[in-house]
């Protein structure tokens, strides 16, 4: 019984943070921020660093990049088709359901990836990736659990990188 309340208090929780960040924070500013985010946040575009690196010559870089790339992709992909939750905007196929949150999976790790090669921007990625969560919450797309799971995920393929391909 217990065990019932408190999972029903989280539900609430999460549907309150849910409902304040994507309906009443609504502002037209933040709502043309968060398209942005979110776009130039897509998972597909995550190849790009890795190639613009390799050209430049920092193939280790790139290789840690492709490979968490990779990492990402053999994850999402797959626990979006098990878990199969459906998004809050109702609109998702078995492929592209609500969890994790892919768009995080892919900030979190590239910002794990790339702080390690270069430290002193690691505040500028970290920050890139939590707003990358907080726009996916704000143009309704994924509910909060979804962000944190994302999040963790990408931080635990964005270490399993860089620990295990050296």
Known sequence: MLLFICSQALCNLEEDIYTAISRDWQTKPLEYFTQGVSYVSSPMFNAL????LYLCEKRDIAKH???GFIGNC????PLKYVINRERPNDDHGRWDSSFPSGHTTFAFTQAVVYSHHYPQIKFPLFLYAGIVGFSRIYQGEHYPTDVIGGAALGLLTGYLTIKIFK
């Open 65 to 67: 990049g492709v490979v």
């Open 49 to 52: 660093p890795p190639g613009i």
């Open 74 to 77: 053999i994850t999402v992909l």
